[in-house]
Structures are given as C-alpha cells and as structure tokens.
C-alpha cells in the first residue's frame, strides 16, 4: 500500500470511504463523533486544496484517508489538561478505513512520524477502537479539548525520546 496527497480526482472515491466509516463508527458504538455529515464535501474539499488530505491506496483502489497538518492545530492551544510538550507538533485528523485492509492507523502513524517526531490526535469519548489503536501505537491520553462546535474530545499525543 502507497500514501499520497489525495486530488479533486479522488474526491468521489474519498466521499464513499467517509460514508463507510461512519456507518463502521454506528456499527460499533460510536454513533454520534461524525453524524451523519462529517466531515462535509467543503471540509475534504478544503483539505484536498491545503494538501492535507492523503491517502493510502492499492491496486483496489483507496483503502484509507487522513489529514495530517505539519504545522498543528488551534483546536489543541487550550486544553484541560496538559500536553506532554509545548515543542511544535503535527496534528492528525479525520483518519477513516475503507474496511477491506488491516493497519491503516499503524500506517498512517507509521508516515506521520517520519514527519513529525511530536504527534497530536484527538477522538471522541465513544470511540474506544480508535482510543485502543492510539495506546497501542504509544500515544498517551493528555486531557480533553474543545472542537469549534462546542463538542469535546480525548486528546492524545506522542513523541520521540
């Protein structure tokens, strides 16, 4: 499996693999973190066009997506709680699987790291899959933050020694 920055061309293809993800979130007891509408066209749109937005793809096609934002987020300046470092970091979201590979988040992280030797990530409380892979991959749990919508988040961090 490859990654590269997602373009307009797979924009089609990136729609279809949110819409699964969000039912696999249903499916599995997270059934509110993206609704039915997150993230929206303007948001992939937008990520696609700051050169955010990668994918990890096959001869079958995109088997995974993720925004990663080397020069971090504003979403994680405030946090109750405390962030292991205040060094920069990279920020990752929106992570989604098509559901046909296993290890899209070990290769996500895997990419993001060679990047970046300091990591953020935030899910919701109700997203226990996405909080175990985070533990297993070394990211410690740091406290809760704020999303523009007023929702919270667990925030998790890792970093190199």
Not at 31 to 48: C, H, S, V
Not at 121 to 141: A, E, S
């Amino acid at each position: 499996m490859e990654i590269k920055k997602a373009t307009q061309g797979d924009f089609a293809e990136i729609v279809k693999v949110y819409a699964r993800a969000r039912e696999y979130m249903k499916e599995t007891g997270n059934p509110t973190q993206w609704k039915n509408t997150y993230p929206t066209e303007e948001i992939i749109l937008a990520d696609i066009e700051k050169e955010y937005l990668h994918i990890l793809w096959d001869e079958e096609g995109i088997q995974g997506i993720f925004a990663f934002l080397p020069a971090g987020d504003p979403v994680y300046n405030r946090i109750d709680g405390a962030w292991l470092n205040d060094l920069p970091y990279a920020a990752i979201h929106r992570v989604a699987s098509a559901g046909k590979r296993k290890g899209i988040l070990a290769q996500c992280i895997e990419y993001c790291s060679k990047r970046s030797d300091n990591l953020k990530i935030d899910t919701h409380q109700d997203n226990k899959i996405m909080q175990n892979g985070l533990k297993k991959l070394g990211f410690l749990p740091c406290g809760t933050v704020i999303l523009p919508n007023g929702e919270s988040r667990i925030a998790f961090q890792r970093m190199k020694n």
